[in-house]
């Protein structure tokens, strides 16, 4: 039984990307203080927008572009809903999550006549893996630059800290908090577009199965931190990649599949350090005067 | 009738009644042009719906046994939204209590009805009571948002009941795992057999009557005793009422344990009522979460919920039955329309809520 192999550690990449992903775009979201659990939702519309274009177009890449532009449609409904309506962050999450599970289905089977959809091509592999993969490294690098060395980046994250501060400045609370969301839309969209293409080969319905929770999680135990976020999501990918590869003794699968949230919990109740989210997280702009 | 009044008059018209209503015809409206679109006729369709659901005694006994387990769940919800609190672990709670009220059926096969029947309940509304007991419990001592603890244990909990069906329960023989079946002791009688006009052998069963008398025994809870008026102060401003001298901490992690409690019954339905009588885990997924919409949508009132919990029952419902004549729209266009439902609903509210307090701004 070997653990640590070469094929273990591609199969732990590739279950990492879509998760890594969500935890980003959780992270770019909540940065601005709106909580987003539409990620799993969103990662399904990703999934199933860029299997139709793929199919549809023959270009895996248009796919990919599908995925995101597709996220990012979600996402914007999500700050419409809880930017501009001021709407509770949390039920217009579950809103968008159960529309995705419905509407996909649905035109899966108004589409095709099935719940699952083959993927008939892919991207080229460079050097052995995904494109994709290559993209969301630098997706991360560019992001924790972009958040902690930029203007822009700065302002975002003052959003989720204090939106008050950041509107006596003369920065629009609600453009930060809709490019927040849009952004987490965008790469959660993406790791829908991966998952689906270039990881499964396939759509089927439901496909994201926790994928938008565990980016939550990998989120909190990175501590709304970029590589705190890609290592945590390292982490559950690899116990993702166990379940498929072998079984251990005495560890039933189950519990792997629950490593995640325990971990998380433990995190949240201060057992495994103490994580601090953003302090307008879930908050609503409400201009005095 | 003073101006205060009228106000309050207003408020309730308008979040309680108008917003609901524009939430539903505005779902109904979009899935009317979904099917438009796929080249059949929404009036047909949804007529057809309608005498499918209410056409016959059949029809309505199917409705309302699609709809009772939307109630529990939907009441998790609402229960915890009293003492200003976010239980989303429905889902999780539903499982932990179906689980253990299939135990209790399966293992004391020797008691009789309705002793049995109860003990099944209260195992169930236990099993839910502790998942959400945990995470109030979790918030109170240490901080943790019951939000993202309530999400976190409803994948602990689908992996848990998974791993123990699997391995302690299950006969391999059977192909999809399931707990062996209830003992007739814990049936829960057909509504058939007790109200004479529902026909016999339909599926809807005393659990409905067991929702309507929670939804009851609730109202009472909140409105008529200490333990409701801390309840409901505690959400109301948990500051003040900590300085009125109420533990709050005790109140968070009692109101949590109740809501959980109330969605740890809601596969009583499907286990103890007619049908297969054992627990099957992938028959119930997704009514946890759908329950956010139904409690919403009955406004967090127990009356009110069992008007959404129905609603939903007849969407579900009818659209089992409506794929024989319509086979070219998908059924799932009422999960669709469930979600715009819940979107719709939390957006027009935050406009009534603006409107009415401009109204209040003015005088």
Redesign the interface.
Known sequence: MDIFTISTLLATIRMAVPISLAALGGLFSESTGVINIALEGIILMGAFAGTIITNATGSPLLGILMAVVAGIGMALIHAIASVTFKANHIISGVALNLFATGVTFFLALVLTGGSQISVESTLPKFLGISPVIYVTVAIFFLSGFFLYRTRLGLRLRATGEHMAAVDSVGISVTKMRYLGVLISGALAGLGGGFLAIEQANFFTKGMSAGRGYIGLASMIFGKWTPWGAAGAASLFGFSQALQFRISIPFVPDEFLQMLPYLITIAVLVGAVGRATPPAEDGNHFIKEG | MNSESRRDLLFNVLMNGVAPLVAILIAFAIGGIVITS?GTNPFAFFSRMLSLNFGSMRGISQMIYRATPYFFTAMALSFAFKAGL?N?GAEGQMFVGGLALAWVGFTFTWLPFPILFILCLVAGFLGGALWGAIPGY?KV?????E???T???N??AI??V??IVQ?HFMNPDWGIPHTPTVAEGAYAPSLGKIIPWFPAGTRANIMFLVAIILAGLTLVLLQRTKLGYEIRATGLNPNSAEYAGINISSRTVMTMAISGGFAGMATANFILGPGSHYFLKSEYG?IG??G??VG?LGRNNPLGIILAAILFGFLENGALGVQLYFPNV?R?????M???I??VL??V???ARKFLKRLQKRG
């Open positions: 796929l976010f989303i979790l001592k240490r901080g943790a948002h939000v993202i603890t999400i976190m244990m994948f602990i992996a848990l998974q791993y391995n997704g979460f759908s956010i919409a919403l998908p799932q266009i009422v999960e669709i469930q979600a715009i819940l979107i939390v957006i509210l935050e406009i």
